[in-house]
């Protein structure tokens, strides 16, 4: 059992990159290695030694994009994490543990009717608990929440990070779409750090038929090994040409062209409305990537079409050990797309994927201070 430090070491966003609306001046985001004491543990918290932690869109979008945290700088980010638990709660102390992304009150009325993801006053790291983040060595938490992990067998534990939002929240997204075997399912952005799951995940869910649209042609080719049964380019094509190749898969393959469940997964306009227009008769389009440009839509297609668009957010922690289960019992493949770097890295790997927009993999950064 590791030794109790008197100090948590941090990577903390110092201040996010600031846009002068007037001049357009861009005054470049901050990051600082900092120490700060270990608190106080309250009854029913723990002490994580953080294993890994990664490196998400929602990371880039508080520090390149503006993206407001509730909680102000200076704070680590990172909400994917994994580790050991190391003081706290004797019940336990040195067991390695998943913390879930977002952390639920489990007192107000979204908790008590089973929409807990959505807590308004739920805890997320490095967004909403103080100072505290995954890009740190070490992370206080209430044990509430987390998910122990047991017989990992071939995975290092930091690999295990991307459960905590990048596996889970394509599980909860299958659950605000009622997915049931023998479902057809669209994934716009099948090939990125979130779709790769997506589509593993519907497919080990049972969906009949699984659909992947993207852009890079060789990571659509990938995707078919991890859950997708066809894949679709967007490369140098309009709305209309990829809802024509939709149209052409289904008829080549005796499929009903109706009741499709979309999963929209980049967050950027054009896949956004991309998956409007795919969106046709009693089908459902699943909100899964958040962006902050605007689209424009005739809402009473959805009338015509006895369609529906949802929202999904997160995931809620008693998925949680559902979801390590598929992982460990390898129905979700998380070896080829996780990349393990260390922490001091973080700057570097920050630009990298912001320049990037999707990298091959998830890149998970390890304490190494």
């Known amino acids: 059992m590791a030794d109790v430090p008197k100090t948590i070491k941090q990577w903390q966003m110092i201040q996010p990159t600031v846009v002068n609306r007037e001049t357009k001046e861009v005054t470049p985001g901050k990051l600082a290695m900092a120490e700060i004491p270990v608190p106080e543990l309250k009854e029913g918290e723990v002490l994580v030694e953080i294993a890994g932690c990664g490196v998400c869109h929602t990371d880039l979008g508080y520090f390149f994009d503006g993206v407001p945290t509730v909680s102000k700088p200076p704070l680590a980010l990172g909400h994917e994490i994994s580790g050991v638990v190391i003081a706290g709660d004797p019940a336990w102390v040195g067991k390695e543990v998943i913390i879930p992304a977002v952390m639920p009150c489990r007192k107000c009325i979204l908790c008590k009717t089973g929409r807990g993801n959505r807590c308004l006053a739920q805890k997320m790291p490095g967004n909403s608990i103080g100072v505290y983040g995954g890009f740190s060595s070490h992370i206080p938490v209430s044990t ?3 998910c122990e992990v047991k017989n990992r067998g071939s995975y290092a534990l930091e690999q295990l990070s991307v459960v905590a939002d990048a596996v889970t929240t394509p599980y909860q997204a299958c659950k605000r779409a009622d997915l049931q ?3 057809n399912v669209i994934i716009i ?5 979130v779709g790769v799951y997506m589509a593993q995940t519907a497919k080990a869910l049972g ?17 078919l090994d991890y859950g997708c049964n066809y894949v679709v380019s967007t490369v140098d094509k ?3 040409t990829v809802v024509g190749e939709w149209r052409n898969i289904c008829k080549a393959n005796g499929l009903a062209n109706t009741g499709w469940k979309i999963f929209e997964v980049t967050g950027a306009k054009a896949g956004q409305e991309l998956a409007l227009d795919l969106l046709s008769f009693v089908g459902k389009l699943v909100l899964v990537g958040f962006g902050m440009a605007k689209s424009e839509y005739m809402f009473s297609k959805l009338m015509a079409f006895d369609a529906e668009v949802i929202g999904t957010w997160g995931c809620l922690p008693e998925y949680y050990p559902i ?3 598929m992982v460990l019992s390898k129905k979700i493949l998380i070896d080829p ?3 393990v770097r260390p922490m001091s890295t973080i700057a570097a790997t920050f630009e990298e994927i912001h320049k990037a927009g999707s990298p091959a993999k998830r890149v998970v950064l390890t304490p190494d201070f």
């Open 144 to 146: 509430i929440d987390l």
């Open 181 to 183: 075997p023998g479902d």
């Open 189 to 193: 952005g099948a090939t990125g750090g």
């Open 207 to 223: 969906a009949k038929t699984v659909i992947g649209i993207a852009r890079n042609p060789e990571k659509l080719k990938r995707a």
């Open 238 to 240: 309009d709305n209309k």
């Open 323 to 325: 979801v390590l289960d």
């Open 337 to 339: 797309f996780v990349e």
